[in-house]
């Protein structure tokens, strides 16, 4: 998981709360202490973390303020998801830059152009980038235009073979700004709808680099410049990124190798702060370990809380490679239906997919026990999700889970020590895949979350009468 050491230090201080008996000023502080120290350790710059300090109290002090005169006295457990809540939303509120980045559309050729220092990840990024926007429906291709270093376009060229991604460069013309324009030019002419343009990130002088970057700007006319920004530089992400805003005023950006880098909050706090939206942040060297950044699912991940919307993006972008299945889920989300039968069919396509481990911590109540654990363990915990939905009969199947739920509030036992009742289900069920009730009840609950999303998601595209849901 990205930040596994900061998700790890939050989650215990939040931990430590829900374990408080009474919630006093003195836990709030501890909390707030441990808070500090954890974002302090992942680089996050101290004026940030100060002003998030006086931020939380402050928004503690009226959430628990505004509940009390609303409800008479307070029970222990609300004022807990009340502090829970205000930390949730201020740690949320440090990573929005409160702007939203240019989205590409369909039916016009969209240019994206990555800038950022030689070493960022910015080849590999753009090629991430071009196969993402395939997997979503876009005809995309490449443009190398960086013809400062040696072998730049060999790398592209490598990267886009072997994502069967088309591309344009040159060995001889030496000037990025006429191989930017010929490859767009190009691309334009024959309907592509995502152009990326990689450009150089080393130049004999600094101001050279700028210039070649504005120059190319102003031939290929993007409609989104993406600054593509390396997380180990942690604090000095945002003096960078604001060097780089001089002169190309980019509108996005990617911070890559978060994989393994303790100081990837500090770059992502210090980049909200120049209020740049993030769009994407690189994780690993694949061409697949590439996420999605947005604020609110990233802090619900890191604080163990899963990421339906990112979950379920996921499920979108399984479904796109495989038309007839994508039709059917969409005409089952319009509908609000998904069974348990779908997220048994969605949860066995996943497991042929990508990192498992990463996936799995999406999963709300499944992410803080993803952490650091390898992908065959996590595939070994999905084989027994699925080995608990195939012990199931028809009738649970087609069912949302609901079928199951008030089994296990009223657990009777017969003489011979077996769940009479509802829960006789969920016992029947266990013992049939080896697992335990707890684990029924685990997988249901998470289907059940995903069935309330999926709902929810079905609901705002029949509002909104979209029926492309794979956007
Ligand atoms: P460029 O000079 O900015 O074009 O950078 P490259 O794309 O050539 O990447 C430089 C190095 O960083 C390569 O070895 C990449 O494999 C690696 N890299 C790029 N993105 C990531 C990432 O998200 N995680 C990790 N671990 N390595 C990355």
Known sequence: ??????????????????????????????????????????????????????????????????????????????????????????????????????????????????????????????????????????????????????????????NATKAKIPFYGSYTETDPVAIASMGVEKFRKERFDVIIVDTSGRHKQESELFEEMVNIGNAVKPDMTIMVLDASIGQAAEGQSRAFKESSNFGAIIVTKLDGHAKGGGAISAVAATKTPIIFLGTGEHLNDLERFAPQPFISKLLGMGDMQGLFEHMQDVAMANPDKQKAMAKKLEEGKFALRDWREQLSTLMNMGSLSKIMSSIPGL???????????????????????DSMDNAELDSDGLIFASGFKCMKMDSEGIPTGLNKRAFRVARGSGTSVKEVEEMLTQARAMSGFAKMAGGMANASKEKDWTK
Request: hydrophobic share 40%; net charge positive; charged share 25%.
């Open 1 to 158: 998981m990205v930040l596994a050491d900061l998700g790890k230090r939050l989650n215990n201080a939040l931990g430590q709360l829900s374990k408080a008996s009474v919630v006093d000023d003195q836990v709030i502080e501890a909390l707030i202490k441990d808070l500090v120290s954890a974002l302090l350790e992942a680089d996050v710059n101290v004026k940030l973390v100060a002003s998030l300090r006086t931020k939380i109290r402050a928004r503690v002090k009226k959430s628990l303020e505004d509940a009390e005169t609303s409800s008479q006295g307070l029970r222990e457990s609300n004022k807990k998801q009340i502090v829970q809540k205000a930390v949730f939303d201020e740690l949320v509120a440090m990573v929005d830059p409160g702007t939203e980045p240019y989205k590409p559309v369909k039916g016009k050729s969209n240019v994206l152009m990555a800038v950022g220092i030689q070493g960022a990840g910015k080849t590999t990024t753009c090629t991430k980038l071009a196969v993402h926007y395939q997997r979503k429906g876009f005809r995309t291709c490449l443009v190398c235009a960086d013809t400062f270093r040696a072998g730049a376009f060999d790398q592209l060229k490598q």
């Open 367 to 389: 992410s803080g026990a993803m952490e650091g654990v390898s992908d065959e363990d996590a595939g070994s915990k999905l084989k027994r999700m699925i080995f608990i939905m």
